[in-house]
Nanobody, 123 residues
């Protein structure tokens, strides 16, 4: 079955960096667009960014210029490099997969989800 496993979360001071990874199995990774979402306590799940199956990359406005998404098809892995972190970036971060397609910013557009990894940014 399809599995997405996030790693790399943790506690970091404001201004610091973290790199999240999402390892995929049970699917033909190169056919899937991979997205990152986050959910803070009491808030709705929020789109962070995505990389399409053919390599187009999109980031949401709150993270543009600070976060970078990339993928390594040889390793079936998508990454989220997070720099200049802010306390408001604190959330559980999820990766998600959608077959083929173009830019997708809504949760409902994704078929598979990881279990999430906690990112906490202290001020």
């Amino acid at each position: 079955q399809v599995q997405l496993v996030e790693s790399g979360g943790g506690l970091v001071q404001a201004g610091g960096s973290l790199r999240l990874s999402c390892a995929a199995s049970g699917l033909t990774f190169s056919r899937y667009g991979m997205g990152w979402f986050r959910q803070a306590p009491g808030k709705e799940r929020e789109f962070v960014g995505m990389v399409t199956w053919d390599g187009d990359i999109y980031h949401s406005d709150p993270v543009k210029g600070r976060f970078t998404i990339s993928r390594d098809n040889a390793k079936n892995t998508v990454f989220l490099q997070m720099n200049r972190l802010k306390p408001e970036d604190t959330a559980v971060y999820y990766c998600a997969a959608k077959l083929w397609g173009n830019r997708a910013t809504m949760s409902i557009q994704y078929s598979y989800w990881g279990q999430g990894t906690q990112v906490t940014v202290s001020s």
